[in-house]
């Protein structure tokens, strides 16, 4: 059975067009999705499916599966802050989408095998496609608990025009997951990389550090668990007293990964990760999509 992308793509609504998403980065206009939905269905992916908010659903179809529709098959799931669990409702004032793992949780009633998970803005480059789609098309039918994550090394990750924020991985002798620490304030500087550590220092760490991208790979029995937890997030009174708490995608991982009930294999890939961070990026984007097309790493048009 061939997995399935899980495009996070809720967070583009109804500003459509001014959002760095459907911002046209290819020499066609293409986005970054794009590339992405390319490189899926050339690793082998059967399936997209796409996370959005309910009242975009009209502009998203016309506009954007339209295009994708005869290469592959397409699904829309929706996101929103009312949807939680039955004896929970919404806190007033709250304004924000419960975070990537609540916009996992909707895929549940259309994905029934092993899917991929990313964000719907960020170039992570064909090899990385390859990768994921690689192990999780050679999972034995009816695998449970072993999950992947794309560990990008960190020297690909990073951006001329500013600091960036990574989750840097620990992992064992077996390439499993062990912890994601969120580091904010990452450059390279004097030729290594370096972050501020927990006591406000500069520390180095090498090249080749994985850090997450936010593209993880899952079987279906990921959704329970997150079903699960998702009631115990909301059960915390400090996660409901907070308007903008986020039941995150790495928050669920490492709780499976500490209760001993999953692994989660951290993959390496050669890609060379890219996006938008600072509007200052946006060139340097447009030009290496340009050089990509150029060495014929892409074609001109992909759609």
């Known amino acids: 059975m061939k997995p399935t992308l899980f495009l996070l793509a809720a967070g583009m609504g109804s500003r459509y067009g001014g959002l760095k998403q459907l911002d046209g980065l290819g020499p066609n206009g ?5 590339y992405s939905i390319y490189d899926a269905i050339n690793a082998g992916f059967g399936k997209l499916v796409f996370v959005i908010r309910k009242d975009f ?5 016309d506009k954007i599966i339209s295009k994708y529709e005869g290469h592959i098959p397409c699904e829309l799931v929706f996101q929103s802050i009312d949807d939680l669990p ?10 924000k989408p419960w975070g990537t793992n609540h916009a996992v949780m909707m895929g549940a009633d259309v994905i029934q095998e092993p899917f991929a998970v990313i964000n719907c803005d960020d170039f992570y480059g064909r090899d990385s496609f390859q990768v994921m789609g690689k192990f999780l098309s050679a999972l034995p039918e009816g695998s449970k608990n072993v999950y992947s994550m794309v560990g990008f090394r960190i020297g690909n990750t990073l951006s001329d025009s500013g600091t960036v924020s990574r989750g840097l991985c ?15 304030k ?9 972050y501020i550590d927990d006591n406000g220092e500069w520390a180095a760490t090498p090249e080749t550090t994985p850090v997450s991208m936010n593209f993880w790979g899952f079987t279906p029995d990921y959704f329970a668990y997150s079903f699960d937890f998702f009631k115990s997030f909301l059960s915390d009174p400090k996660n409901m007293e907070n308007l903008k708490s986020e039941f995150f995608i790495p928050l669920m991982v490492d709780k499976l990964i500490q209760d001993g009930i999953a692994t989660c294999e951290v993959l390496d890939t050669t890609s060379k990760w890219f996006g938008v961070t600072y509007p200052e990026d946006r060139q340097s984007v447009v030009d290496t999509i340009q050089a990509l097309v150029d060495a014929g790493e892409y074609p001109a048009k992909l759609f």
């Open 30 to 34: 293409e986005t970054i999705m794009d």
């Open 86 to 95: 039955e004896g929970f409702t919404c806190p007033e004032g709250r304004t």
């Open 170 to 184: 620990g992992t064992d002798a077996n390439n499993l997951l062990t912890s994601v620490v969120e580091r904010t």
């Open 57 to 61: 659903e009209k502009d998203f179809r």
């Open 186 to 194: 990452i450059q390279r500087m004097d030729g290594e990389v370096k």
